[in-house]
């Protein structure tokens, strides 16, 4: 199973900028895409960005231009770097890691506990 660990949420200004970081561990063969979604209040779960293990990188429409998603493959972690924020952009924030337990398994989705972001002034 994979586990994944999330950090870096918080309440931020308009304006600023803010990291969420995601550790994943456990026994697994291989991770194949990790990333981050956002659910706020009322509305659906929404892809923030997504990397592949090749570094294929997908934003989201309502963040591309103020972020950055990078993922480190020795340590099994995937980064998100937020600039600008907004008020929209408040929401719990989930990482999500796409990953096969051995050679043989199907690629599974695994996600994080979410981890709140707030932007107010």
């Known amino acids: 199973q994979v586990q994944l660990a999330e950090s870096g949420g918080g309440l931020v200004q308009p304006g600023g900028s803010l990291r969420l970081s995601c550790a994943a561990s456990?026994?697994?063969?291989?991770?194949?895409?990790m990333g981050w979604y956002r659910q706020a209040p009322g509305k659906q779960r929404d892809t923030v960005a997504v990397?592949?293990?090749?570094?294929?990188?997908k934003y989201g429409d309502s963040v591309e231009g103020r972020s950055t998603i990078s993922r480190d493959n020795a340590k099994n972690m995937v980064h998100l770097q937020m600039d600008n924020l907004k008020p929209e952009d408040t929401a719990t924030y989930y990482c999500?890691?796409?990953?096969?337990?051995?050679?043989?398994?199907?690629?599974?989705?695994?996600w994080g506990q979410g981890t709140q972001v707030t932007v107010s002034s």
């Open positions: 456990g026994n697994f063969f291989k991770i194949n895409a």
């Open positions: 990397i592949t293990d090749d570094g294929t990188m």
């Open positions: 999500y890691v796409a990953a096969q337990i051995t050679s043989d398994d199907y690629v599974r989705a695994y």
